[in-house]
């Protein structure tokens, strides 16, 4: 059999995603170069034609993450004959079905020693939902579903609070703080929209990215 030659675009991103699976599926820290090779099929010393370390491959991952939310968000956002309320659940529904399939490597992001990128994904991530969240809002008062004077800020206090609840969150948290915070956000989540109390559902999933924990509960 004659050996498949492939461009070096394409080993690139054969290293690209081996490191992926195995970032999800052994954690960051558990992974060397030698697995991600091997996962490949190639000669250890082949990454480090393509790459420096495996922390290089990592913020690639990065972006390629931001760039998988923002691009699902914008399907969602996309969508044709959705009310307020179901937009709103399709926005959710969008950025859990990525987070929940890299949630991984999301809790990596999340470790205090990590704070930098954390930070620089919080501000990009925020940046880009905003507008989607202001569409919605507007969309919603149009409805007569939102009571609302000011739908650019309150889309920034709705995201805010969010990380906020999460933050406050302990790195290992049982299924009843989840449930406590989902609860908590959408009372929040009520008032700052001006809605009826009991009227938001969202499908019992917070606004933001979902941890390990909320992924399973799937």
């Known amino acids: 059999m004659s050996r498949i030659s492939k461009t070096p675009q394409d080993r690139r991103n054969d290293f690209i995603?081996?490191?992926?699976?195995?970032?999800?599926?052994?954690?960051?820290?558990?992974?060397?170069?030698?697995?991600?090779?091997?996962?490949?099929?190639?000669?250890?010393g082949l990454f480090y034609y393509y790459f420096e370390s495996k922390e290089e491959v990592l913020g690639i991952l990065y972006e390629m993450l931001q760039d998988e939310i923002e691009s699902a968000v914008t399907a969602a956002m996309e969508k044709k004959g959705l009310n307020a309320m179901e937009r709103l659940s399709e926005?959710?529904?969008?950025?859990?079905?990525?987070?929940?399939?890299?949630?991984?490597?999301?809790?990596?992001?999340?470790?205090?020693?990590?704070?930098?990128?954390?930070?620089?994904?919080e501000k990009r991530a925020l940046a880009f939902m905003t507008g989607a969240m202001e569409d919605i809002i507007k969309q919603g008062v149009r409805e007569g579903v939102f009571d609302v004077d000011h739908p650019r800020e309150t889309a920034v206090a709705l995201l805010s609070m969010a990380h906020g609840l999460a933050s406050n969150l302990p790195e290992t948290r049982t299924r009843k703080e989840l449930e406590d915070r989902h609860r908590v956000m959408r009372t929040l989540?009520?008032?700052?929209?001006?809605?009826?109390?009991?009227?938001?559902?969202?499908?019992?999933?917070?606004?933001?990215?979902?941890?390990?924990?909320?992924?399973?509960s799937q």
């Open 91 to 121: 926005l959710m529904a969008a950025t859990r079905d990525v987070t929940c399939r890299s949630s991984r490597l999301m809790s990596y992001f999340r470790q205090e020693r990590n704070q930098a990128l954390q930070l620089k994904m």
């Open 17 to 44: 995603q081996a490191a992926r699976a195995l970032f999800n599926e052994k954690g960051f820290e558990n992974t060397s170069v030698d697995d991600i090779a091997a996962q490949v099929g190639v000669a250890k």
């Open 189 to 216: 989540s009520e008032r700052v929209l001006g809605m009826r109390p009991g009227t938001l559902i969202l499908d019992d999933q917070p606004l933001q990215s979902q941890a390990p924990d909320e992924c399973r």
